[in-house]
Protein backbone atom coordinates (compact mmCIF):
# COMPACT_ATOMS: atom_id res chain seq x y z
CA UNK A 1 0.00 0.00 0.00
CA UNK A 2 1.54 3.92 -1.39
CA UNK A 3 2.01 6.02 1.51
CA UNK A 4 -1.09 8.71 1.47
CA UNK A 5 -0.16 12.62 0.39
CA UNK A 6 -2.98 15.56 0.39
CA UNK A 7 -1.80 19.44 -0.42
CA UNK A 8 -3.79 22.26 -2.04
CA UNK A 9 -3.34 25.36 -3.46
CA UNK A 10 -5.41 28.52 -3.72
CA UNK A 11 -7.53 29.68 -6.73
CA UNK A 12 -6.81 33.06 -6.12
CA UNK A 13 -5.08 35.02 -9.18
CA UNK A 14 -2.11 33.36 -10.81
CA UNK A 15 0.26 31.07 -9.70
CA UNK A 16 3.88 32.58 -9.01
CA UNK A 17 6.79 30.24 -9.43
CA UNK A 18 7.30 29.98 -5.87
CA UNK A 19 4.10 28.05 -5.60
CA UNK A 20 4.77 25.97 -8.86
CA UNK A 21 8.50 24.39 -6.97
CA UNK A 22 7.34 24.57 -3.86
CA UNK A 23 3.94 22.28 -4.36
CA UNK A 24 3.14 21.78 -7.89
CA UNK A 25 6.08 20.18 -9.66
CA UNK A 26 7.15 18.79 -6.50
CA UNK A 27 3.76 17.06 -6.21
CA UNK A 28 4.22 15.63 -9.95
CA UNK A 29 7.25 14.22 -8.61
CA UNK A 30 5.88 12.21 -5.26
CA UNK A 31 2.81 11.30 -7.24
CA UNK A 32 4.31 8.10 -9.20
CA UNK A 33 5.38 6.86 -5.29
CA UNK A 34 2.17 8.00 -3.02
CA UNK A 35 -1.34 7.61 -3.47
CA UNK A 36 -2.22 11.18 -3.85
CA UNK A 37 -5.07 14.23 -3.59
CA UNK A 38 -4.54 17.44 -4.29
CA UNK A 39 -7.10 19.97 -4.49
CA UNK A 40 -7.89 23.73 -4.90
CA UNK A 41 -8.45 25.13 -1.68
CA UNK A 42 -11.89 27.57 -2.88
CA UNK A 43 -13.13 27.67 0.56
CA UNK A 44 -9.62 29.18 1.54
CA UNK A 45 -9.49 31.70 -1.05
CA UNK A 46 -13.16 32.97 0.34
CA UNK A 47 -11.20 34.47 3.54
CA UNK A 48 -10.63 37.54 1.45
CA UNK A 49 -12.81 38.99 -0.58
CA UNK A 50 -13.15 37.28 -3.80
CA UNK A 51 -15.05 38.09 -7.12
CA UNK A 52 -17.67 35.66 -7.87
CA UNK A 53 -17.09 35.48 -11.29
CA UNK A 54 -12.98 35.53 -11.12
CA UNK A 55 -12.90 32.26 -8.26
CA UNK A 56 -14.83 30.27 -10.36
CA UNK A 57 -12.49 31.03 -13.26
CA UNK A 58 -9.73 30.78 -11.10
CA UNK A 59 -10.92 27.33 -9.79
CA UNK A 60 -10.60 25.92 -13.55
CA UNK A 61 -7.68 27.60 -14.34
CA UNK A 62 -5.50 26.06 -11.71
CA UNK A 63 -7.31 22.85 -12.30
CA UNK A 64 -6.06 23.30 -15.75
CA UNK A 65 -2.19 24.20 -14.23
CA UNK A 66 -2.94 20.75 -12.42
CA UNK A 67 -2.75 18.80 -15.10
CA UNK A 68 -0.44 20.83 -17.58
CA UNK A 69 2.23 20.72 -15.09
CA UNK A 70 2.17 16.83 -15.64
CA UNK A 71 -0.47 15.50 -12.68
CA UNK A 72 -2.15 12.42 -14.05
CA UNK A 73 -6.02 12.55 -12.91
CA UNK A 74 -6.29 8.96 -13.61
CA UNK A 75 -3.87 8.41 -11.17
CA UNK A 76 -3.80 10.89 -8.57
CA UNK A 77 -7.18 12.82 -7.32
CA UNK A 78 -8.07 15.79 -8.43
CA UNK A 79 -10.79 17.64 -7.06
CA UNK A 80 -12.27 21.04 -5.78
CA UNK A 81 -12.70 21.78 -1.98
CA UNK A 82 -16.05 23.18 -2.03
CA UNK A 83 -17.50 19.86 -3.99
CA UNK A 84 -16.47 17.74 -0.99
CA UNK A 85 -18.79 19.07 1.63
CA UNK A 86 -17.40 16.94 4.95
CA UNK A 87 -14.42 19.68 4.72
CA UNK A 88 -16.76 22.56 5.43
CA UNK A 89 -18.39 20.16 8.64
CA UNK A 90 -15.02 18.78 10.11
CA UNK A 91 -13.72 22.66 9.89
CA UNK A 92 -16.82 23.34 12.00
CA UNK A 93 -16.21 20.16 14.49
CA UNK A 94 -12.37 21.32 15.00
CA UNK A 95 -13.18 24.56 15.15
CA UNK A 96 -15.14 23.55 18.59
CA UNK A 97 -12.02 22.05 20.23
CA UNK A 98 -9.12 24.37 18.84
CA UNK A 99 -7.71 27.18 21.33
CA UNK A 100 -7.91 30.25 20.44
CA UNK A 101 -4.57 31.01 21.50
CA UNK A 102 -2.82 28.40 19.19
CA UNK A 103 -4.65 30.87 16.11
CA UNK A 104 -3.52 34.50 17.80
CA UNK A 105 0.02 32.62 17.25
CA UNK A 106 0.00 31.64 13.69
CA UNK A 107 2.39 34.31 11.73
CA UNK A 108 0.97 33.92 8.55
CA UNK A 109 -2.42 35.30 10.23
CA UNK A 110 -0.32 38.16 12.47
CA UNK A 111 1.54 39.33 8.74
CA UNK A 112 -1.62 39.32 6.74
CA UNK A 113 -3.53 41.11 10.02
CA UNK A 114 -2.61 44.43 11.12
CA UNK A 115 -3.87 45.46 14.50
CA UNK A 116 -6.55 47.92 13.21
CA UNK A 117 -7.79 45.72 10.94
CA UNK A 118 -8.25 43.24 13.76
CA UNK A 119 -12.01 44.62 14.07
CA UNK A 120 -12.88 44.03 10.10
CA UNK A 121 -11.02 41.35 9.12
CA UNK A 122 -13.23 38.06 8.54
CA UNK A 123 -13.74 35.33 11.48
CA UNK A 124 -12.35 32.88 8.23
CA UNK A 125 -8.56 34.44 8.24
CA UNK A 126 -8.44 33.42 11.78
CA UNK A 127 -9.47 29.86 11.27
CA UNK A 128 -7.55 29.41 8.35
CA UNK A 129 -5.60 27.04 9.89
CA UNK A 130 -8.89 24.65 11.38
CA UNK A 131 -10.18 24.01 7.38
CA UNK A 132 -6.40 23.56 6.56
CA UNK A 133 -6.29 20.83 9.40
CA UNK A 134 -9.43 19.19 8.34
CA UNK A 135 -8.17 19.15 4.87
CA UNK A 136 -5.23 17.00 5.58
CA UNK A 137 -6.98 14.94 8.28
CA UNK A 138 -10.21 13.90 6.30
CA UNK A 139 -7.97 12.23 4.36
CA UNK A 140 -5.66 10.15 7.04
CA UNK A 141 -2.82 12.00 5.13
CA UNK A 142 0.87 10.49 6.09
CA UNK A 143 2.36 13.49 4.15
CA UNK A 144 1.69 17.23 3.16
CA UNK A 145 4.21 18.37 0.03
CA UNK A 146 4.42 21.73 0.88
CA UNK A 147 6.38 25.34 0.88
CA UNK A 148 8.67 25.96 4.12
CA UNK A 149 5.92 29.17 4.84
CA UNK A 150 3.14 26.24 5.74
CA UNK A 151 5.59 24.35 8.41
CA UNK A 152 3.73 26.12 11.12
CA UNK A 153 0.30 24.78 9.79
CA UNK A 154 1.54 21.86 9.30
CA UNK A 155 2.91 21.57 13.38
CA UNK A 156 -0.94 23.71 13.95
CA UNK A 157 -2.75 20.27 12.02
CA UNK A 158 -0.64 18.05 14.24
CA UNK A 159 -1.55 19.17 17.36
CA UNK A 160 -4.54 19.29 16.65
CA UNK A 161 -4.71 15.90 15.80
CA UNK A 162 -3.25 14.70 18.79
CA UNK A 163 -5.78 16.72 20.85
CA UNK A 164 -8.82 15.21 19.27
CA UNK A 165 -7.10 11.29 19.41
CA UNK A 166 -5.89 12.12 23.24
CA UNK A 167 -9.62 13.57 24.02
CA UNK A 168 -11.72 10.47 21.68
CA UNK A 169 -9.16 8.05 21.03
CA UNK A 170 -7.31 7.60 17.69
CA UNK A 171 -8.78 8.50 14.97
CA UNK A 172 -6.25 10.62 12.81
CA UNK A 173 -3.34 9.85 11.72
CA UNK A 174 -0.67 12.47 12.26
CA UNK A 175 1.02 13.78 9.14
CA UNK A 176 4.03 14.84 8.18
CA UNK A 177 5.48 18.16 6.68
CA UNK A 178 6.79 17.26 3.15
CA UNK A 179 8.91 20.48 1.45
CA UNK A 180 11.18 19.98 -2.19
CA UNK A 181 14.36 19.10 -1.90
CA UNK A 182 15.06 22.29 -3.99
CA UNK A 183 12.52 25.22 -4.27
CA UNK A 184 11.04 24.79 -1.29
CA UNK A 185 11.19 28.69 -0.59
CA UNK A 186 11.44 31.16 -3.25
CA UNK A 187 12.14 34.93 -2.54
CA UNK A 188 10.66 37.73 -4.16
CA UNK A 189 12.74 39.35 -6.78
CA UNK A 190 12.93 42.96 -5.39
CA UNK A 191 13.16 41.90 -1.98
CA UNK A 192 14.32 38.60 -1.51
CA UNK A 193 14.51 38.62 2.16
CA UNK A 194 10.46 38.27 1.92
CA UNK A 195 8.61 35.24 0.55
CA UNK A 196 8.14 35.20 -3.36
CA UNK A 197 4.18 35.63 -3.11
CA UNK A 198 1.06 36.27 -5.71
CA UNK A 199 -0.41 38.98 -3.54
CA UNK A 200 2.63 41.71 -3.25
CA UNK A 201 1.65 44.65 -5.39
CA UNK A 202 5.23 45.32 -6.80
CA UNK A 203 4.88 44.30 -10.94
CA UNK A 204 8.72 42.75 -10.37
CA UNK A 205 8.20 40.94 -7.04
CA UNK A 206 7.04 37.82 -8.68
CA UNK A 207 7.26 35.40 -11.50
CA UNK A 208 4.47 34.32 -12.73
CA UNK A 209 4.21 30.36 -14.51
CA UNK A 210 2.23 32.05 -16.94
CA UNK A 211 4.59 34.89 -17.95
CA UNK A 212 5.98 35.10 -21.26
CA UNK A 213 9.77 34.65 -21.81
CA UNK A 214 10.43 38.17 -22.90
CA UNK A 215 8.84 38.77 -19.15
CA UNK A 216 10.40 36.10 -17.39
CA UNK A 217 14.09 37.77 -18.76
CA UNK A 218 12.80 41.64 -17.62
CA UNK A 219 11.98 40.38 -14.11
CA UNK A 220 15.02 38.70 -13.54
CA UNK A 221 17.45 41.39 -15.20
CA UNK A 222 15.50 43.47 -12.67
CA UNK A 223 16.02 41.52 -9.61
CA UNK A 224 17.97 43.02 -6.72
CA UNK A 225 21.44 41.78 -6.04
CA UNK A 226 24.39 42.66 -3.96
CA UNK A 227 27.99 44.62 -4.05
CA UNK A 228 29.77 41.04 -3.49
CA UNK A 229 30.70 40.04 -6.91
CA UNK A 230 30.80 36.64 -6.14
CA UNK A 231 28.33 33.80 -6.97
CA UNK A 232 27.75 30.82 -4.51
CA UNK A 233 25.01 29.63 -2.55
CA UNK A 234 25.19 31.55 1.01
CA UNK A 235 21.97 31.92 4.20
CA UNK A 236 23.71 35.87 4.67
CA UNK A 237 20.84 38.21 4.30
CA UNK A 238 22.93 40.47 2.21
CA UNK A 239 23.68 38.03 -0.57
CA UNK A 240 20.04 36.89 -0.15
CA UNK A 241 19.18 38.02 -3.81
CA UNK A 242 22.22 36.17 -5.43
CA UNK A 243 21.26 32.82 -3.60
CA UNK A 244 17.55 33.30 -4.92
CA UNK A 245 19.08 33.15 -8.32
CA UNK A 246 21.53 30.56 -7.75
CA UNK A 247 18.32 28.71 -6.59
CA UNK A 248 16.00 28.97 -9.14
CA UNK A 249 18.60 27.81 -11.39
CA UNK A 250 19.72 25.12 -9.15
CA UNK A 251 15.59 24.09 -9.35
CA UNK A 252 15.10 23.87 -12.93
CA UNK A 253 18.73 21.90 -13.86
CA UNK A 254 18.47 19.76 -11.02
CA UNK A 255 22.18 20.26 -10.77
CA UNK A 256 23.96 19.67 -7.28
CA UNK A 257 25.20 22.84 -5.11
CA UNK A 258 28.92 22.32 -6.51
CA UNK A 259 28.15 21.95 -9.79
CA UNK A 260 26.07 25.16 -10.22
CA UNK A 261 29.05 27.20 -8.13
CA UNK A 262 31.33 25.27 -10.75
CA UNK A 263 29.46 27.00 -13.79
CA UNK A 264 28.83 30.58 -12.31
CA UNK A 265 32.47 30.33 -11.07
CA UNK A 266 33.93 33.57 -12.67
CA UNK A 267 31.34 35.42 -14.06
CA UNK A 268 29.57 38.22 -13.61
CA UNK A 269 25.90 39.29 -12.20
CA UNK A 270 24.54 39.90 -15.92
CA UNK A 271 25.63 36.48 -17.31
CA UNK A 272 24.22 34.61 -14.54
CA UNK A 273 20.32 36.30 -14.60
CA UNK A 274 20.90 35.37 -18.23
CA UNK A 275 21.12 31.93 -17.72
CA UNK A 276 18.69 31.77 -14.83
CA UNK A 277 16.06 33.45 -17.08
CA UNK A 278 17.04 30.84 -19.72
CA UNK A 279 16.55 27.98 -18.52
CA UNK A 280 13.20 28.21 -16.74
CA UNK A 281 11.99 29.80 -20.09
CA UNK A 282 13.13 26.56 -21.29
CA UNK A 283 11.11 24.94 -18.49
CA UNK A 284 7.85 26.75 -18.76
CA UNK A 285 7.37 26.55 -22.32
CA UNK A 286 5.55 23.04 -22.36
CA UNK A 287 3.88 23.55 -19.63
CA UNK A 288 2.56 26.70 -20.62
CA UNK A 289 1.92 25.46 -24.02
CA UNK A 290 -0.03 22.48 -22.55
CA UNK A 291 -1.90 25.36 -20.28
CA UNK A 292 -3.33 27.06 -23.24
CA UNK A 293 -4.44 24.09 -25.14
CA UNK A 294 -6.44 22.51 -21.71
CA UNK A 295 -7.89 25.64 -20.43
CA UNK A 296 -10.32 25.66 -23.15
CA UNK A 297 -11.56 22.78 -22.73
CA UNK A 298 -13.62 23.55 -20.18
CA UNK A 299 -15.91 20.25 -20.15
CA UNK A 300 -12.55 17.96 -19.36
CA UNK A 301 -12.10 19.99 -16.78
CA UNK A 302 -15.05 20.08 -15.21
CA UNK A 303 -15.21 16.21 -15.55
CA UNK A 304 -12.07 16.05 -13.76
CA UNK A 305 -13.32 17.32 -11.18
CA UNK A 306 -16.86 15.46 -10.87
CA UNK A 307 -14.90 12.63 -10.60
CA UNK A 308 -11.92 13.58 -8.59
CA UNK A 309 -15.17 15.10 -6.11
CA UNK A 310 -16.55 11.59 -6.05
CA UNK A 311 -13.50 10.12 -5.09
CA UNK A 312 -12.45 12.34 -2.74
CA UNK A 313 -15.89 12.23 -0.73
CA UNK A 314 -15.54 8.31 -0.54
CA UNK A 315 -12.69 8.79 1.84
CA UNK A 316 -13.68 11.80 3.58
CA UNK A 317 -17.16 10.76 3.92
CA UNK A 318 -15.51 7.95 6.52
CA UNK A 319 -13.82 9.65 8.17
CA UNK A 320 -15.73 12.68 9.02
CA UNK A 321 -18.59 9.92 10.36
CA UNK A 322 -16.00 8.54 12.45
CA UNK A 323 -15.19 11.86 13.89
CA UNK A 324 -18.76 12.60 14.40
CA UNK A 325 -19.77 9.35 16.08
CA UNK A 326 -16.58 9.89 18.10
CA UNK A 327 -17.21 13.44 19.34
CA UNK A 328 -21.40 12.22 20.23
CA UNK A 329 -23.74 13.79 17.54
CA UNK A 330 -26.14 11.42 17.41
CA UNK A 331 -26.53 9.64 13.34
CA UNK A 332 -30.28 10.28 12.17
CA UNK A 333 -32.06 6.72 12.63
CA UNK A 334 -32.58 4.73 8.99
CA UNK A 335 -35.67 4.74 7.47
P1 LIG B 1 -1.14 28.84 -1.29
O1 LIG B 1 -2.06 28.82 -2.42
O2 LIG B 1 -0.83 30.16 -0.64
O3 LIG B 1 0.25 28.18 -1.68
C1 LIG B 1 0.28 26.97 -2.38
C2 LIG B 1 1.60 26.24 -2.18
O4 LIG B 1 2.68 27.01 -2.68
C3 LIG B 1 3.71 27.08 -1.70
N1 LIG B 1 4.42 28.36 -1.84
C4 LIG B 1 5.75 28.47 -1.98
N2 LIG B 1 6.75 27.56 -2.04
C5 LIG B 1 8.00 28.01 -2.21
N3 LIG B 1 8.31 29.33 -2.32
C6 LIG B 1 7.36 30.28 -2.26
N4 LIG B 1 7.68 31.57 -2.38
C7 LIG B 1 6.01 29.86 -2.09
N5 LIG B 1 4.83 30.52 -2.00
C8 LIG B 1 3.87 29.59 -1.86
C9 LIG B 1 2.99 26.98 -0.38
O5 LIG B 1 3.86 26.56 0.65
C10 LIG B 1 1.93 25.96 -0.71
O6 LIG B 1 2.45 24.66 -0.60
N6 LIG B 1 -2.51 27.07 3.07
C11 LIG B 1 -2.12 26.54 1.78
C12 LIG B 1 -3.27 25.90 1.03
C13 LIG B 1 -3.87 24.72 1.72
C14 LIG B 1 -3.25 23.46 1.94
C15 LIG B 1 -4.24 22.65 2.56
C16 LIG B 1 -1.98 22.96 1.68
C17 LIG B 1 -5.13 24.62 2.20
N7 LIG B 1 -5.36 23.38 2.70
C18 LIG B 1 -3.97 21.34 2.94
C19 LIG B 1 -1.72 21.64 2.06
C20 LIG B 1 -2.69 20.84 2.68
C21 LIG B 1 -1.48 27.66 0.98
O7 LIG B 1 -0.65 28.35 1.44
O8 LIG B 1 -1.82 27.86 -0.26
Redesign the pocket.
Known amino acids: MKQRV???????GQ??????????RHWVRVSQDFDCHF?I?DL?AITVPQDPAGLREGTREITALFLAAGIDPQHSVVFA?SHVVAHSELAWLLTCMTPLGWLHRMT?FKDKVGREQMESVGAGLLN??V???G??LLYQ?HA???????RQ??EF?RDLAQRFNHRYGPTFRIPTFFP?RT??????LDDPTK????SEESDHH?LLLLDPPDLVAQKIKRAVTDNFREIRFSDDPERAGVNNLLTLYQAFTDEESETVEARFDGKGYGELKREVAEVINENLAPLQARYREMVSDRAYIDEVLRDGAQRASAIADATLADVKQKIGLLAPAAK
Do not use: F
Request: proline letters at 6%.
Open positions: LSGIQPSLTIGNYLGALTVHQQYPLMADIAVPVGEDQHLTAGAKIMGKMSKA
